[in-house]
């Protein structure tokens, strides 16, 4: 198995809507795991092109109860890759999501909601 850290941060609630039971955000995820098979001589970290991740192995983490998510791509796909000399992988990108979130407005204008943005990864 590989330990795989991971960080997270809100960049924005752009809605909520009661009438879907969702809302939207941009979150940016940072993960970091080790890969041995990349170590390499030196004491600088390499800061890889984004379209490089096609030849790594990353982590499958997914959105649960996501309705539709998308990576940013202006100009260029948010992604960065950076390795370090002992072979840890830094891996973050940019994502807005739609999320589906139960809300109970039976209490409405004095209800109160939680809505949550929990991450996952497939086992095999």
């Not at 879907?20 to 990349?38: C, G, H, K, S």
């Not at 092109?49 to 260029?76: A, C, N, Q, Y």
């Amino acid at each position: 198995p590989v330990s795989i850290g991971m960080s997270m941060d809100i960049a924005s609630i752009d809605t909520i809507s009661e009438i879907n039971m969702d809302y939207t955000a941009t979150i940016f995820l940072r993960q970091r795991w080790t890969d041995e098979r990349l170590c390499f001589d030196g004491n600088k970290s390499l800061s890889l092109d984004g379209r490089l991740v096609e030849m790594l192995w990353v982590p499958d983490t997914f959105i649960v109860d996501s309705k539709r998510s998308f990576l940013h791509d202006v100009t260029v796909e948010n992604r960065l890759i950076r390795i370090y000399p002992n072979g840890t992988v830094l891996y973050a990108i940019r994502i807005t999501t739609t999320v589906s979130c139960s809300m109970d407005l039976t209490k409405y204008p004095m209800d109160k909601q939680t809505c949550t943005l929990q991450l996952e990864s497939c086992k095999t």
